[in-house]
């Protein structure tokens, strides 16, 4: 079964109003969690990388403000869009690793997905 | 520059046959992750290499990864209709922070 559920796997929302994710470890705790965006028949985008108790760091080119990352606990990462727009729909993935450092979990999960729509 | 390269990115081939995937990153990493995307569905983790020489196999498919070439191959052996869909590669570097870096990925297409 699942060891990363993300949900909601589908939301449409519309324009201008703000949607969150989350994403969460069901078994193990998650020091570590990654964000990532796909769009149609390509790769992942890595957005940023949550560590549980800290700042997201996020890519190059990805707006903080636009989508806010908190990783309030070791097992529940969300991921905020807010304003959305059309051009931010798109299919979210998150991961989570299990550990830190030396003691870091070597197998990193992905959830299911999240489809956003925004109309 | 953190890249991960990913050839081919599509690939055909019929069933029976043989083929490999390339890998290649551009920085020091110890972990290397091979993973499968059906169309619409997220990832399902195949293998995870940690060291210099490491093989791993599973069914039809076998990755390997050689940390001084920064290269990591994914094998299929008599490829059968259920194998395609999209593989990536991805690499975890540290650059600050941790960060699992993608490659393009190869879309494979067994035929009958």
């Known amino acids: 079964g699942a060891v990363v559920s993300q949900h909601p796997s589908r939301v449409i929302c519309k324009s201008g109003t703000s949607v969150k994710i989350e994403c969460r470890s069901l078994d193990f705790q998650a020091t570590t969690m990654f964000w990532y965006r796909q769009f149609p028949k390509q790769s992942l985008m890595l957005m940023a990388t949550s560590n549980e108790g800290s700042k997201a760091t996020y890519e190059q080119g990805v707006e903080k403000d636009k989508f806010l990352i908190n990783h309030a606990s070791l097992t529940l990462s969300t991921l905020t869009v807010t304003s959305a727009h059309p051009e931010d729909s798109s299919f979210y993935i998150c991961?989570?690793?299990?550990?830190?450092?030396?003691?870091?979990?070597?197998?990193?999960?992905f959830g299911e997905g999240s489809w956003l729509t925004v109309v | 520059e953190l890249k991960v390269e990913q050839n081919p990115l599509f690939l055909s081939m019929q069933e029976g046959k043989n083929y490999t995937i390339y890998c290649n990153y551009s920085t020091t990493s110890d972990r290397l992750y091979w993973y499968r995307q059906d169309p619409g569905k997220s990832l399902e983790s195949l293998f995870v290499l940690l060291s210099n020489g490491a093989v791993k196999q599973e069914g039809r498919l076998m990755a390997s990864l050689d940390t001084k070439a920064r290269l990591s191959t994914l094998h299929i052996t008599a490829a059968v209709h259920d194998l395609s869909a999209t593989y990536f590669c991805?690499?975890?570097?540290?650059?600050?922070?941790?960060?699992?870096?993608f490659g393009k990925g190869t879309k494979l297409t067994v035929n009958p």
């Open positions: 991805a690499v975890l570097f540290w650059s600050g922070s941790e960060k699992l870096v």
């Open positions: 991961s989570a690793r299990s550990g830190q450092g030396l003691k870091a979990g070597n197998t990193i999960y």
